[in-house]
Nanobody
Framework: QVQVVESGGGLVQPGGSLRLSCAAS????????MAWYRQAPGKQRELVAS???????NYADSVKGRFTISRDNAKSTMYLQMKSLNPEDTAVYYC?????????WGQGTQVTVSS
C-alpha cells in the first residue's frame, strides 16, 4: 500500500519562506497524481497545488507565483516551496496521493504565519 508523511511545517514570520516535504512509500508506481491541500481553522480543506505523474502542475490562484510544487522521483518525495507567506496561509497542510483505488492522505503538518 502507498503511504505519505508530511514534514517541514512550523512557525514563520510574514514574508518568510518554508519548505514542506511529503515522503511516499509503498507501490509508488501506482500513484497517478499528488497534491498539497490545506485546511485553516473554520474553513474547508482546499487544493493548493497538484502534480501529475506526467509532470503537469496546477496551482490555486491564491498561491500562484509564491508556491512551487516539485517532486524527486529518486527519493519518492514531493515538495512545496512556499515564499512570501501571509497570515492567510496559516493552515494544516496535507499531502494527497491519488491511486487507482482511491486517495491516500498524510497526517498533516502545521504551518503558522505570524508576527
Amino acid at each position: 500500500q502507498v503511504q505519505v508523511v508530511e514534514s517541514g511545517g512550523g512557525l514563520v514570520q510574514p514574508g518568510g519562506s518554508l519548505r514542506l516535504s511529503c515522503a511516499a512509500s509503498g507501490i509508488i508506481f501506482s500513484v497517478l497524481s499528488m497534491a498539497w491541500y490545506r485546511q485553516a481553522p473554520g474553513k474547508q480543506r482546499e487544493l493548493v497545488a497538484s502534480i501529475t505523474s506526467g509532470g503537469s502542475i496546477n496551482y490555486a490562484d491564491s498561491v500562484k507565483g509564491r508556491f512551487t510544487i516539485s517532486r524527486d522521483n529518486a527519493k519518492s518525495t514531493m515538495y512545496l516551496q512556499m515564499k512570501s507567506l501571509n497570515p492567510e496561509d496559516t493552515a494544516v497542510y496535507y499531502c494527497n496521493a491519488r491511486i487507482g483505488l482511491g486517495d491516500i492522505w498524510g497526517q498533516g503538518t502545521q504551518v503558522t504565519v505570524s508576527s
